[in-house]
């Protein structure tokens, strides 16, 4: 394999190892460094839409039913555990209940349910028994729109997708445990949409608690980044190639030479790791993010779903980004071939980078 070869093989593949807590530092010091070398100004970062990829506000939507339970029905459910669960439905706290709550009211009615069906039909009361059927029937239809208030359209949610100020050492210091959590919830919503209509009130509470402590956000601002300024380098390259080529003779020069030094110091040995890093904790989090909303699909909003292919499309185009920086970096040497003072060591300081 030739020497440039080497090289190319390991930007396209990302295998890099090492560890990096600067990430952002890291990539504006790579393009100042590009600015330097080839002598051309770094352009303008195109215009920072703040707000672009916020979870869209979405009011809160009820779920009615059209069958009622009136308080003669109430007072008739005696003997059944379902009296529990509309008494708690029913109080000032049951009426103001989070989504969250409201959503494990339903599964609980569903899932008790079948039992004082059985029983009231076995009394004589089958009006009562077909109220609670129709009832039950109503809320399993309507389960996945609760299913989407609670997990999408709550405080959680919302938070796990905020952007913070800053990424710090992102994503060094982050941890599987909510990767696991959006695996468990994915496990749970699966079960109620199937049938299993049992739910634990403290684990799912703690579930989504862990939401807010999420990183998607941080996920985000990380691939904004990186796409505004790959961006950046692009048109840089593309104007040295113009205005400023790096051997206008067709040989190696000092310029040519100190941009390999600068591609292999500061692109691949300080960025690469960062990007292998954001690459992985994508596949982490969007795998079980991705699996806890399929199933759920034809109950989002539009403007859910806008946002889920923007969302995606920025976590989705690092390769095609890293892929086409290379291709400006090759451009940019392209004309420079070693000459009789190299003595063939054309690449040779990203060789030794490289083992």
């Not at 069958?67 to 003669?72: A, F, N």
């Not at 909510?178 to 468990?184: F, G, K, V």
């Not at 100190?258 to 992985?280: C, G, H, S, Y």
């Not at 779903?305 to 995606?312: G, K, L, P, S, V």
Request: glycine share 6%.
């Amino acid at each position: 394999m030739t020497l440039r070869g080497g090289w190319l093989v390991c930007l396209l593949t990302l295998t890099g190892c090492s560890d990096t807590d600067t990430g952002p530092n890291d990539l504006a010091e790579y393009l100042n460094r590009l600015s330097t070398v080839t002598g051309v100004e770094l352009p303008p970062s195109r215009p920072h839409e703040a707000n672009r990829l916020d979870l869209p506000h979405q009011p809160p939507a009820e779920s009615p039913t059209s069958s009622q339970i009136d308080l003669i029905d109430f007072l008739s459910l005696s003997g059944c555990e379902l009296q529990i669960n509309l008494g708690r439905r029913n109080t000032q706290l049951g009426r103001t209940a989070s989504r969250s709550q409201r959503l494990l009211l339903d599964l609980e009615f569903m899932d008790l349910a079948p039992d004082c069906i059985t029983l009231l039909r076995e009394q004589g009361d089958s009006e009562l028994a077909n109220t609670l059927a129709n009832v039950s029937l109503e809320r399993q239809t309507l389960l996945s729109h609760s299913i989407v208030q609670a997990l999408f359209m709550g405080p959680e949610w919302r938070l796990f997708w905020e952007r913070p100020a800053t990424l710090g050492n992102y994503p060094a210091d982050t941890s599987s445990a909510i990767a696991e959590s959006l695996n468990r919830l994915g496990d749970m919503t699966r079960g109620w949409l199937g049938g299993n209509w049992q739910a634990s009130n403290r684990e799912f509470e703690l579930l989504l608690s862990d939401l807010r402590a999420g990183d998607g956000g941080a996920l985000l601002l990380a691939h904004s980044l990186v796409s505004r300024e790959l961006e950046r380098a692009n048109t840089l390259l593309a104007s040295a190639q113009t205005r400023a080529p790096l051997c206008p003779f067709g040989s190696a020069t000092d310029r040519s030479r100190a941009l390999e030094k600068v591609v292999a110091r500061f692109f691949i040995d300080a960025v690469q790791p960062w990007l292998v890093q954001l690459r992985q904790r994508t596949e982490l989090l969007m795998t079980p993010a991705r699996s806890l909303e399929a199933p759920l699909s034809a109950t989002l909003s539009p403007g859910y779903r806008a946002w889920m292919a923007e969302r995606d499309q920025v976590l989705n185009d690092q390769t095609a980004l890293i892929r086409a920086h290379i291709a400006n970096i090759q451009a940019t040497l392209s004309q420079c071939a070693p000459n009789e003072s190299d003595n063939g060591q054309g690449f040779s300081s990203i060789r030794q980078q490289q083992g």
